[in-house]
């Protein structure tokens, strides 16, 4: 019998389920997509039961591909899309409504009110964070606000909210369990980042009462074990659970103080380490909970850009001009700069250190000679130079350089962006020969809470350089910046 550690990936656009062995190889996986939902204008919603089917249909294409069962799964570690927020039914776990995913922009004007009243130097004293749609506890009202079901569950007690992990946990355990672990609560609005408990007067603001929300556990652990999963046994000990970006930070071996990492996803969101001291940001980063192991929690300075892998899909789909996401890295390599183009990927906002809900994206410096490759280099570009600005927010609140910066993620495999991304942030960037580390973090989680590997420092062997890209000294980049500078104002 071979043992395995399933790690679930439950992503914005797919589902991603990996099977890691004891050398912490990955020896199957298996993915599915699912629809994304745009009621209107700024607004992005999934719908829960698709989510489940994609879950259960990488399981059986994971497990297929190892030629294994569920009986040779020996824990099961869960990541996730972090502020995606879920409404349903405790009994039935019948969802009440699609869930409002972490991109959704519908709560803006609340926020702004929130503002307005000048509620948010608390919010950001008690939970590292600013009072932004990105964020949970505004989805959550919104939903009490708007959906009736929702508010008939609040009051007769029926009701549980959550984010995808506690979602997919209570479909895992058939509703036996309903928790959250700490690295997700703190992406809430809701969470005392130092008590690490639901903050009653928080709760109160927001109008989120803390009945329907999750119990908080560490992040490695067992936390509940698998009843009724179609492919997996029962009694599964799920056992490792941290939100995406969390899980990438512990899969790229960023466990000393100053070791940095940025996930190249759907967004582009970049971590580093800060220790056990949760430290305030004066550069429009936000604190969070890195992970909490054995009751002590390491702290992270967080930059989330809204929009990474997005604008290639875009490229794709919406104005067609590459048939698949890799053609954009040929297309843009056969120019040598972008001819004076300049794109700010504000297609949902701006996120850190900006925060401009409002802002949208932009193209600038197109001419009569403007090539679809000029626009594809400058997308790149854009990627690269919002990322700038938040590492370089990250210094200023850190008071030093970073020595270097791990990255991950499905566009990490795009040379030309890891090159621009050295070059513009001055520092070396460190690729490793496994880019999915956001599943490799989940399953290290489990894998730790059931004695499948005794401690951090076996797994460091896994994290295997593939390529160092060192910054060159480019004349051309300080025009490109000071380009930068000038259109993300007019987004």
């Known amino acids: 019998m071979s043992n395995y550690v399933m790690a679930i990936d439950q992503g914005t656009t797919g589902t991603t389920v990996l099977l890691v062995d004891r050398q912490g190889a990955i020896r199957a996986r298996g993915y599915r997509e699912f629809p994304q939902i745009f009621p209107?204008?700024?607004?992005?919603?999934?719908?829960p039961e698709d989510i489940w089917a994609s879950t259960l249909a990488s399981i059986r294409s994971a497990l297929d591909s190892a030629g294994a069962t569920g009986g040779d799964v020996v824990a099961?570690?869960?990541?996730?899309?972090?502020?995606?927020s879920v409404a349903w039914e405790r009994s039935s776990l019948r969802p009440l409504r699609n869930a409002i995913v972490w991109q959704c922009r519908r709560t803006s004007e609340m926020c702004r009110a929130?503002?307005?009243?000048?509620?948010?130097?608390?919010?950001?004293?008690k939970t590292g964070l600013v009072l932004d749609p990105y964020f949970s506890g505004t989805k959550y009202a919104w939903m009490l606000r708007n959906e009736p079901a929702v508010e008939r569950g609040a009051a007769d007690g029926t009701l549980a909210f959550g984010t995808i992990d506690s979602y997919l946990v209570?479909?895992?355990t058939s509703g036996k369990r309903h928790v959250t672990d700490v690295s997700n609560a703190s992406r809430t609005l809701l969470m005392d980042l130092v008590g690490q408990q639901w903050d009653v007067g928080l709760c109160e603001t927001l109008g989120v009462?803390?009945?329907c929300l999750p119990q908080i556990v560490d992040n490695c652990g067992e936390i509940g074990r698998t009843q009724g999963v179609p492919g997996l046994s029962d009694g599964i000990p799920i056992a490792g659970m941290a939100g995406d970006q969390q899980a990438a930070l512990f899969g790229q071996h960023c466990f000393a103080e100053g070791d940095g990492k940025c996930t190249f996803g759907t967004g582009a969101f970049m971590l580093v380490n800060i220790g056990q001291t949760p430290l305030e940001s004066s550069h429009g980063l936000l604190t969070t909970?890195?992970?909490?192991?054995?009751?002590k929690t390491s702290y992270a300075f967080e930059g989330s850009a809204f929009i990474a892998g997005a604008a290639v899909q875009w490229l794709r789909d919406g104005l067609k001009l590459i048939k698949s996401a890799p053609e954009i890295e040929p297309l843009a390599a056969s120019v040598p700069d972008s001819g004076g183009v300049v794109f700010v990927p504000a297609l949902t906002g701006l996120g850190a250190p900006h925060w401009r809900p409002e802002a949208r994206g932009a193209v600038l410096g197109i001419t009569r000679g403007t090539t679809s490759a000029h626009l594809a280099r400058a997308v790149l570009e854009g990627v690269a130079l919002q990322n700038m600005d938040i590492m370089k927010a990250m210094e200023k609140d850190l008071g030093r350089r970073l020595a270097a910066v791990r990255v991950d993620g499905g566009a990490a495999a795009n040379d030309l962006l890891m090159q621009t991304q050295a070059d513009l942030l001055e520092t070396p960037v460190l690729r490793p020969r496994q880019v999915e580390t956001t599943g490799l973090g989940a399953a290290f989680l489990a894998g730790l809470g059931t004695g499948f590997w005794s401690g951090p420092d076996q797994l460091r062997s896994v994290w295997q350089l593939d390529r160092e890209f060192l910054p060159r000294k480019?004349?051309?980049?300080?025009?490109?910046?000071?380009?930068?500078?000038?259109?993300?104002?007019k987004a």
């Open 474 to 489: 480019d004349p051309g980049i300080q025009q490109l910046v000071d380009r930068w500078r000038s259109a993300i104002q």
């Open 40 to 47: 209107q204008p700024g607004w992005v919603e999934h719908n």
């Open 76 to 84: 099961i570690g869960i990541t996730n899309q972090r502020e995606t």
């Open 114 to 125: 929130l503002k307005a009243d000048g509620h948010e130097p608390h919010f950001k004293k």
């Open 209 to 211: 009462p803390r009945e």
């Open 289 to 295: 909970v890195a992970w909490r192991l054995d009751g």
């Open 170 to 172: 209570a479909r895992l």
